[in-house]
């Protein structure tokens, strides 16, 4: 039997504001606790409620994108990572642009303004995906799978031929403790060279060195790195954002080779459709208590 704990949302509401990685726009998301439901998007000008699951993804061009009745939201994975590492289960997130804010290119913001926010049992039984046999998604020489696991474990590895990022492999137990402090730092990344293909494209027109690590040939044009392999920390990060949009937790172990948004979700879909490949289990009912480790909260301050 899985750990599955119990089911969790935030004990206060909390907001975060900034500007779109893609299109540079201002946004402001309020992130609600919510007793069920699972993790839902609100967009407030239209009041229109979107799952965060895999029959709402559009685009995923550079980032995983959700559509309802023409309402597009752009930019949802780095939330949802930071949501779905930190065990909530149950949130109404609030948004009143089209892309969610990059921040500083990480999850850390929404992991440190969770923490803060705390958390709180929910007296409902906890439900999760339990996998029962291995489902893998391969195009080319890029390939994802899950198989059984009675916790839910993540393996990246990436390939890039400029030599500033090169082979970088990493696995991780993904708990609360581990995400904050193995993932929830890693911010996203591009190469130079790639930047003007992109602003061609409408895209990373919101981009700097304050929310991205740029590499070219002979290194990272940033600062510092927050990890030497930072990047492949950062796919692991975007990987358990697109989990989150089987909509419920997951036990399992998900392993990704040069993958990205569209093939993670395609495993999260392929999945879905093989009923035999799993099943829902679910704990008892526990008290209502509120949670909060200003530890933790002091550690992502210092990102």
């Known amino acids: 039997m899985p750990r599955l704990g119990t089911p969790k949302t935030t004990d206060t509401p909390f907001t975060l504001r900034?500007?779109?990685?893609?299109?540079?726009?201002?946004?402001?998301?309020?992130?609600?606790?919510?007793?069920?439901g699972g993790l839902r998007f609100m967009h407030r000008p239209s009041g229109?409620?979107?799952?965060?699951?895999?029959?709402?993804?559009?685009?995923?061009?550079?980032?995983?994108?959700?559509?309802?009745?023409?309402?597009?939201?752009?930019?949802?994975?780095?939330?949802?990572?930071?949501?779905?590492?930190?065990?909530?289960?149950?949130?109404?997130i609030e948004v009143d642009g089209e892309e969610l804010p990059i921040l500083d290119g990480s999850s850390a913001p929404w992991a440190r303004a969770i923490t803060q926010a705390g958390t709180r049992n929910l007296r409902t039984a906890k439900k999760c995906l339990k996998v029962l046999k291995p489902v893998q998604v391969q195009q080319e020489n890029r390939w994802v799978r899950v198989s059984p696991c009675e916790e839910l474990r993540v393996k990246c590895a990436i390939d890039f031929p400029a030599s500033s990022i090169g082979q970088q492999?990493?696995?991780?137990?993904?708990?609360?403790?581990?995400?904050?402090r193995e993932l929830a730092p890693a911010r996203t990344f591009c190469l130079k060279s790639e930047i003007d293909l992109m602003h061609s494209q409408g895209l990373a027109l919101g981009g700097n060195l304050d929310n991205a690590v740029v590499y070219d040939d002979n290194g990272h044009l940033n600062e510092r790195?927050?990890?030497?392999?930072?990047?492949?920390?950062?796919?692991?990060?975007?990987?358990?954002?697109?989990?989150?949009?089987?909509?419920?937790?997951?036990?399992?172990?998900?392993?990704?080779?040069?993958?990205?948004?569209?093939?993670?979700?395609?495993?999260?879909?392929?999945?879905l459709s093989e009923p035999d490949a799993w099943t829902m289990v679910e704990t008892a009912l526990v008290p209502t208590r509120r949670l909060f480790r200003p530890d933790f909260a002091q550690e992502l301050a210092a990102v």
């Open 18 to 36: 900034g500007y779109g990685l893609h299109r540079n726009k201002p946004c402001s998301v309020t992130v609600l606790p919510a007793e069920e």
């Open 48 to 92: 229109l409620i979107i799952p965060a699951h895999a029959d709402y993804v559009g685009d995923l061009s550079l980032a995983t994108t959700l559509v309802k009745d023409g309402v597009r939201l752009q930019t949802v994975e780095h939330i949802l990572s930071a949501l779905y590492g930190l065990g909530i289960d149950h949130a109404l």
């Open 169 to 180: 492999s990493m696995g991780l137990a993904v708990t609360p403790e581990n995400y904050r």
């Open 225 to 271: 790195l927050r990890f030497e392999d930072e990047a492949v920390r950062h796919k692991m990060l975007d990987l358990i954002g697109d989990l989150a949009l089987l909509g419920t937790p997951m036990s399992g172990f998900v392993e990704a080779h040069a993958a990205g948004h569209a093939i993670h979700v395609a495993l999260v879909k392929q999945l």
